[in-house]
């Protein structure tokens, strides 16, 4: 299996960010044409012709939605991919004999610090309650009333 480095997933994120930036241009786009659709609408309210400039819009908001939707497919895909990259990365084997779950790299520094500051916050908060309700119990309860 290929090993994934940092650089294959920074290049996944600035093509992700490329298409989203696409994507809004591409829905600009649209609102204008939409916009000017309308507009030419209103104007050429009173004519009972079918204008060329009216097909001509059409024609380029359809364009532009085909072209939306491969953008919106495309974002879609790349989730997917980074979700892989990032799943594979860490490197997570399951042996069915077991039903056994191994951990290899990083991930077991973000066990092990994630429980500690866990610990330290719930006890950080446990330690405010009590002195809270000692506060309060000393006679201080009047004065935040």
């Not at 044409?33 to 024609?59: F, P, V």
């Not at 056994?100 to 908060?125: K, P």
């Not at 330690?127 to 201080?140: E, P, T, V």
């Amino acid at each position: 299996m290929a090993e994934i480095r940092f650089e294959d997933i920074q290049a996944i994120q600035f093509l992700q960010d490329k298409f989203q930036e696409l994507a809004h241009v591409f829905d600009m786009d649209r609102r204008i044409l939409r916009d000017l659709q309308n507009r030419l609408g209103m104007l050429t309210a009173g004519e009972h012709r079918k204008g060329d400039d009216s097909d001509l819009l059409r024609a380029l908001l359809a364009d532009s939605n085909i072209q939306m939707s491969r953008i919106n497919s495309m974002l879609k895909r790349l989730d997917a991919t980074i979700a892989l990259v990032c799943l594979s990365g860490s490197e997570k084997k399951v042996t069915k004999e077991n039903r056994f779950v191994q951990i290899d790299g990083e991930f077991w520094v973000f066990i092990v610090l994630t429980s500690v500051l866990l610990s330290v916050t719930f006890g950080a908060y446990v330690w405010y309650l009590r002195r809270h309700r000692a506060y309060l119990k000393n006679g201080h309860a009047e004065k935040e009333a």
